[in-house]
């Protein structure tokens, strides 16, 4: 499962290449024997089920950007990636595709949520990450 994350978070191929080889070297333990798979079992409905995709870009210490970042540990989205940081600087997580383009609007912690790194509208206020967390 740690391949399939680093697929989506990356965005590279080659971890999704591998990750799915390891699938298809368990399916007859996923198929014969479910209860002794259980990982393998989420890692291959990771790999089925799109991933929900949320960056939250603000400083973490401020109480607007904890506040967004709360609310999506509120819902339940098994598959989920989350990421958060900062405005942009050297080194961070600026360079990964889920975190390229994503500005805080009007100085305010801000919030996107993706599926396959396609975009709903950015929202700074708790209650429109949650509609769109919904649906």
């Known amino acids: 499962m740690p391949l399939l994350r680093l697929a989506i978070i990356t965005g590279d191929s080659a971890y999704e290449r591998v990750a799915a080889a390891g699938l298809r070297s368990a399916r007859e333990l996923m198929t014969r024997f479910p209860t002794g798979a259980g990982q393998w079992l989420c890692a291959l409905d990771s790999y089925l089920t799109p991933t929900r995709e949320v960056a939250i870009i603000g400083d973490p210490e401020e109480q607007a950007t904890q506040v967004l970042r709360a609310e999506v540990f509120r819902h339940y989205i098994p598959n989920r990636v989350l990421l958060g940081g900062a405005l942009p600087g050297p080194g961070g997580l600026e360079e990964l595709p889920l975190m390229q383009g994503r500005e805080?609007?009007?100085?305010?912690?801000?919030?996107?949520?993706?599926?396959?790194?396609?975009?709903?509208?950015?929202?700074?206020e708790p209650q429109a990450l949650a509609s769109q967390l919904a649906e």
């Open 104 to 124: 805080m609007i009007d100085g305010h912690a801000t919030a996107y949520v993706c599926e396959n790194y396609v975009c709903k509208l950015p929202v700074t």
